[in-house]
């Protein structure tokens, strides 16, 4: 396409150097683009991929031609269910997301504010027995309150009251994004070889199966073999919704919604057979499984990031304290704080979560600028020098922690971490409100101070998405106590 970009090698194309950069990769495809500028090309194995940092022409793909670009490239080893969710080549998703989009419409999320503010009062019970002069990991607890909300909010699990249950829950999402051998070494063949998916795919999906079954049948050997934590969750999110159904229980959470807003039809229908606004029941369980894992990791990694700035930035917090003390209980007042919503786009902007899960894949011939992009091309957006750029956040330096620089409006594809367009996460009021009453909470509560570890063990890493890897060390000061 006559695009410049990194030279690549035989077979396994610019893999080794993304893969392997010290920091993350999306600080690598950040290097390139200082190297070759706003657009050029690199190689995953032998697939080519255009990343883009020009906000213009990013509009242009996720907006105006979003037509042309309502896929996703397929994560390597997805099956095929998952397919019509995450990277679907037709307009499958379309479908699912117009039932699936009005659960988390404003009405919903304010019945789920009840459900957060319950686990947020447990959480806030638990930095109670802190000691106020011992630094700690936060980190383990906020991931512990991610996940009591999300099980609380999708399906009505209290974890509290249910531990047995909510546990194995827990454990079986903290795995997903862990290191697991065989899950690598499948993703790497997958990567590097994608011609022969359908075997990689099969090859994992059904060593998966009998795993789980031979981990349920046969407890002897589950000191030998561990299950796929992935093909765990779904099969019993299909439990959980199979018993609602059932016993016809009446919940106030997500299922209850998704229930509501459509008719189940049975498993043998086919998504082209189905009607406009039907879901039937796979779609459903996949639908909560993504609920589960996109909203887990995602938001506790938000808020662990957040309290890292907080104890980082005391004026910034004292100032944003101020703002949260203005307020009562108020709802509608919470979701109008000005400087609450600048401090956590500002966090999201230095340390945006997911940024490879951005990226689109043309299904239709067109022209974008200068270039003409063929079906089946491959676009990622290089997120970092987006939030880095000076011309798009100057006149301070991107580089300082400064929420003021929302109050001016900014490029609409400047800020990027919960992606752009028709597409964009369907989570992201739920986790923006979960966040907000989060730290309305703590801060009313509690000064967050830095300890000898805050910074020094601070180091990010990758694992689907970018995190803290060693977690984040703090100490909790109460405000009502003395000085
Ligand atoms: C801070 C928290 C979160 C971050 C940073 C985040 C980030 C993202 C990003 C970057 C995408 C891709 C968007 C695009 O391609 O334009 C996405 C998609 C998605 N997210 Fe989130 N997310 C968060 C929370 C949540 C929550 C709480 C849920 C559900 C309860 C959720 C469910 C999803 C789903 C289902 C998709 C796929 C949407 C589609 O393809 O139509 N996310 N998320």
Known sequence: MGLPGPSPRFFFGNSIELFTHERH?????AEWTNRFGKIYGYFIGHTPIICISDPDLLQEIFITKFSHFHSRRPLPLQQHDLRHLLASKDDEWRRQRSIIQPTFGINKLKEMRIIMNKCLNELIEQLDKQNPDVEFDISHLLKRTSMNIILNCAFGINPAKHENLSEPFFQRCVQVFEFSLFQTMLTICSILLPELNFLWVSYFKYTSIIR?????HVPFLNRFIDTDPNTWLLFHVENIIK??????IERVDLLQSMIEAT???????????LPKHYLNQDELSNNIYLFMLGGYETTATALSYLSFILATHQNEQAYLQDEIDRIGDDYEQLIKLEYLDWFIRETLRLYPIA???VNRQCNKECQIGDLKIEEGTNITVDMHSIHYDEQLYGPVSPLKFYPERFREKRHPLAWLPFGAGPRNCIGMRFAMLEIKLALVQILRRYTILSGEHTLSRFAEHERFVIAPKNGIWVRLQRRDSPM
Do not use: N, V, Y
Not at 212 to 216: N, P, T
Not at 243 to 248: A, F, I, V
């Open 355 to 357: 940024p490879f899960i």
């Open 263 to 273: 008719t189940i039809l049975q498993k043998t229908s086919s998504p082209s057979s």
């Open 243 to 248: 018993q609602r159904q059932l016993h016809g």
């Open 212 to 216: 789980l079954w031979l981990h349920d």
């Open 25 to 29: 990769s999306a600080a690598c495809l």
